[in-house]
């Protein structure tokens, strides 16, 4: 991988059960929202509701061990989800998911049919290496409230992954910044699937995830790194 992901030894500790696929993309095309997207949107509400048989997202088993996972540091996981659970709930609300842009609808469509987190990172914004670490609390998390841009720093012992200017998504995975999130500029990117357990079903998501880019983006170059 040219891109190096570290996940520190305190996170294994905390969470023995998590694992995480990488796909690395280049020259990807990302455009305003297609009917082709809102139609994976759509799918992917289907695949969910029949995956869920009338339970609630967080009663889903892969949803009740990422819930264990933000308990162990200390996150509300009722007032805190992480994204999977989070979209998940939006799916199946009358309000529906949103639609972005292509990349992102692309990988939240496989995060809500697999109900597995997943993040789009834009490779070009990165500086060094993405780490996910157990924040010290002195770590920068740049975001937008109000339309003004603000400073916010992680609880001690947090998980959040970083790069080498600091905080690019909170408490693992539900609130990713503005300054790596892809837009209309992005070509390049990275995908982090996350999961809890061997049987998360990473590997399927990953699949389709990466075919999924290469339907919308013929000629990308793609890399699927293997579970880790």
Known sequence: MSLQLTV???VHALAPGFHHIAIEAYGLVNTPSTEGTSALLDDAARRLAARLDGRAPHEDPHMVAWRDAYKAFGAKPNRTRNSAEALAKRALSEAGLPRINSLV??????????????????????????????????EDFVTVAAGEQVVEHPDAGEVVWCDDEGVTCR???WRQGPRTCLDDTSTNALFLLEGMGEHAGLEAAGAELAELLEKFSPGAQLTVHPAV
């Open 105 to 138: 609808d692309v990988y939240n469509a496989i995060s809500v049919a697999h109900l597995i987190p997943v993040g789009g990172e834009d490779l070009d914004r990165i500086r060094g290496g993405m780490r996910l670490i157990r924040a010290t609390g002195a």
């Open 171 to 173: 408490r693992w995975n």
């Open 8 to 10: 520190t030894e305190d």
